[in-house]
Each structure stands twice: as C-alpha cells, then as structure tokens.
C-alpha cells in the first residue's frame, strides 16, 4: 500500500489554486487509502520568503492552512495533519542530501534559476536548497504519492534523482521512488491577471475571505476588451477556464453558448462565476470560518499531528543513520 504525502506553504491563505489544484484531490485519495496520509505546512519553506513576509504571518497562515484542510473534510484521526518546523528530522535528512547530491545539479532548478535572474543578490541559500528539503520530506516518509500542482513536477523528478543516487551509494533500496499526482484541468489554475494563480504574485482568488472581497477578485479577473455585443472566444479565457472547473456541465454549455453568440458581456459572466463559486463553496467557507475562529482545536489537532510525524520520522532516521554507517 503507497503512502500519500503533499505540502502548502505558509505563505498565505490557501487560494483556487491550492484548493483545485492540491487540496481537493488529496482528500480523495486520503479517502481511498487505507494508510495514513502525511500533510504537512511547510514552515520552514516560507522562512525562504522572511524578505517579502512578515514573520509573524508564518505561524497565522500556518492556522489559515491547517482550517482550509479540516475545511475540506480532512479525516484527521487517519491522517497525519502536521508543520513542517515539529519535525526537525527532515532537517537532518536534508543535510545528508545536501552532502550527497551534486551542486551543478541543483543550479538548474527552476525555482533557483528563475529568481537567479531577476534578482541574484537577494537570493538566500534556502532558496537554493529548496528541493532538498522537499525531497527530505517526501523520502523520511518513503512516501510515492505526492499531489502537487505543475510548478512541483521539476522538485519532484528532483526528489526521485536524489533517492536514486542515495540508494546507489548505500547499495540498498532505502528510498522508494515518487510519483507527482496531478491533473491535466487543475495542474495549473488561472490567476486572475491570466497567469498561474500563486501568492506572490498576489493574483489569486481567496475563497477564505469575505463576499465582498471576494466578489472583488472575481470583478478584476482580465478579459480582452471585447464589447458586450461581439462574440468571445470561452477557449481562452480566465472566466471560462475557472468556471468549467465549478459550475455543473450543463451551466458550463450555457455560458459557452453564450460566449459564442455574443450579446453577453463579462461582466455577466464573472457574476455567474462568483454565484457559482459562493455555492459551491458555502459548506467549506463557514467550516473554515469556524475552525479559525478557535485557535486551541488548531493547535491541538497540530501537536498530535506532529507527534505521530515525528514517532515515525524518528524511527526511520535512526535507521537512516545507521544505512549511512554514523551510528
Ligand atoms: P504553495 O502555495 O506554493 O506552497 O503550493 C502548494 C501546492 O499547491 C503545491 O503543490 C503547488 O504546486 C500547488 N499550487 C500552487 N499554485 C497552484 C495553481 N495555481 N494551480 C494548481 N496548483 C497550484
């Protein structure tokens, strides 16, 4: 039986992207395994961001993340809800990975290379090493199930070269392999400036905030600036590819149709998309709005998720120093 394992930064709220994308999904599978599943908030990855984020917002949207999970009906008597920073052991797996795994390497990770570009002199190592520490979370675990949007698949081939060279020099199998879980319409969710929806770049739709706000959001979704009467194209467009992934199928042809003959403005249809969204997430909106509200359950829920982690983190790193000859 495989184990399931994904994580969300402490960067923000969970916005569409992390919902459609990760927490919905992950669930599912949850639901259909009969082992535990590992879900983590990962902590330590934000304190890469402390230069665009207040530190104290780590530990808040630690709460934000931990309430969007049990929003969405994660069981957490089976599985295993925890942050990233109780389970100081990946930390020390990541240093035998850093000892490991070849600097040149590492260089061509997008996520390094990207920022390399525009903005070499603030880059902090954290950064650098940012895969490292994801594939000491996902291979503490031995993990093969790791739900993630498009911009993790490189992390995750990362994470997989990693195991391999690992188990190599070991002469053991002591890594299995992981597999990225993602689904080609929620891989990448829209932003509302048309790009991937993602919380640096402050584009997202925040479900977790109120109507207004909200309906805010959806109003300054980018269209092209084509009048009221002219005919769109529902194939290429923010308001379109969100709704497809919300409103039942027979509502979705409606506003294709729509869409297709034109005398129908964007602004109707951003009113439908945010009445679709409203319902489809009303039981989820005020189960969060609950659950923030009481910071103690969180917390609670939170130190026996990082008790069970930390049992099983434990047991598998002694045997890991052992493999490594330390011990
Ligand atoms: P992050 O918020 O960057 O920690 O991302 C948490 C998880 O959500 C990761 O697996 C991401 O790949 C995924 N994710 C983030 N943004 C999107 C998006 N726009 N569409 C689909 N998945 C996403």
Redesign the pocket.
């Known amino acids: 039986m495989k184990t399931m394992l994904?994580?969300?930064?402490s960067?923000g709220t969970p916005h569409l992207?992390?919902i459609?994308?990760?927490i919905i999904p992950s669930i599912k599978i949850t639901n259909k395994l009969k082992n535990a599943s590992f879900l983590f908030i990962?902590d330590l990855h934000a304190l890469i961001q402390q230069k665009i984020l207040k530190l104290e917002t780590i530990k808040n949207n630690t709460y934000q993340i931990t309430a969007a999970w049990l929003a969405f009906g994660l069981n957490t008597k089976k599985n295993i809800l925890y942050r990233q920073s109780d389970v100081s052991e990946v930390t020390e797996l990541a240093w035998y990975f850093n000892c490991f795994f070849p600097y040149k390497r590492l260089t061509l990770a997008h996520s390094f290379k990207n920022e390399k570009k525009n903005n070499y002199k603030k880059i902090n190592v954290g950064l650098f090493t940012y895969p490292i520490l994801m594939a000491a979370d996902i291979l503490l675990y031995n993990a093969e199930i790791i739900p993630?949007?498009?911009?993790?698949l490189q992390h995750i081939e990362i994470t997989r070269n990693i195991a391999n060279r690992f188990n190599k020099k070991i002469g053991k199998k002591l890594f299995l392999l992981p597999k990225a879980f993602m689904k080609k319409d929620?891989?990448?969710?829209t932003?509302i400036d048309g790009k991937?929806?993602?919380?640096s770049k402050k584009n997202w739709i925040n479900i977790f905030t109120s109507d207004e706000i909200l309906k805010k959001q959806i109003m300054s979704i980018h269209t092209d600036n084509k009048s009221y009467y002219e005919k769109k194209n529902p194939y290429n467009d923010s308001i379109m590819s969100l709704y497809k992934l919300i409103a039942p199928i027979d509502r979705v042809e409606n506003m294709k149709k729509k869409y297709l003959q034109g005398k129908y403005g964007y602004l109707e249809a951003k009113k439908a998309l945010y009445e679709e969204i409203i319902k489809k997430f009303y039981v989820e909106r005020k189960k969060f709005f609950s659950f923030i509200e009481n910071k103690s359950l969180l917390d609670r829920i939170l130190f026996l998720g990082a008790k069970k982690a930390k049992d099983i983190a434990n047991k598998r790193l002694q045997y890991i120093r052992k493999s490594l000859k330390l011990i």
């Open positions: 994904t994580g969300i930064q960067t992207g992390n459609l994308g990760v990962a993630v949007g498009k911009d993790q929620t891989m990448s969710i932003g991937k929806m993602s919380k």
